[in-house]
């Protein structure tokens, strides 16, 4: 069973090891560029957390943040020990179930292409709004890297 709840100050450990892991596999690929690490730090306030608890660990974490009339979907990992058991899906589907309870029509989020990522979010209901070269990100084979921004319609 996935319990999905808020985040609080004891998980700071178990969120640090799912970060960790989740860093891991996305720096096969790609690092932030200091561009987005200081975008990251400016929107630090405005985010919050839910984090995924299986059999008492925390497996997974994800952060949000209304801008607009869009929530925004940060940061979602799983911990390797973890994946491929709907760790996302409850993640995602929490925040969506929240977006709707807001009023708010669509849920947003932004993947780096190369990572393999595009299809993931897919088969969790987003669609791909737009595409255009990374800015954000430094590529660690060299080759320029796609940014992509994915949707989540809510409307009924
Ligand atoms: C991407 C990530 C969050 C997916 O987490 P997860 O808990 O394993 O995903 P789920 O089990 O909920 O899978 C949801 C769907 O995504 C797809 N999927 C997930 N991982 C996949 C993979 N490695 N290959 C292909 N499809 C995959 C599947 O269709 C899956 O549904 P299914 O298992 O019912 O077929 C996880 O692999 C991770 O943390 N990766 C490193 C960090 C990262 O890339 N974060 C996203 C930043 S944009």
Do not use: W
């Amino acid at each position: 069973m996935i319990i999905i709840r808020d985040s609080n100050r004891e998980d700071a450990e178990g969120v640090a090891r799912v970060d960790v892991s989740a860093r891991a596999t996305l720096r096969e690929t790609y690092r932030p560029n200091q561009k987005a690490l200081a975008h990251k730090k400016a929107m630090a306030r405005q985010l919050h957390r839910l984090v995924a608890i299986c059999g008492g660990t925390i497996a997974g974490t994800t952060q949000c943040y209304v801008d607009g009339n869009a929530m925004h979907l940060i940061g979602l990992g799983v911990h390797r020990d973890f994946r491929r058991q709907g760790v996302a899906r409850a993640l995602v589907a929490e925040v969506a179930l929240r977006t709707r309870r807001l009023g708010l029509p669509v849920l947003i989020t932004h993947t780096v292409a190369e990572t393999g990522n595009v299809p993931v979010f897919e088969a969790l209901g987003f669609q791909v709004q737009s595409r255009c070269l990374d800015e954000y990100s430094a590529s660690v084979s060299g080759a320029p890297l796609t940014a992509v921004i994915m949707k989540l319609e809510l409307r009924e």
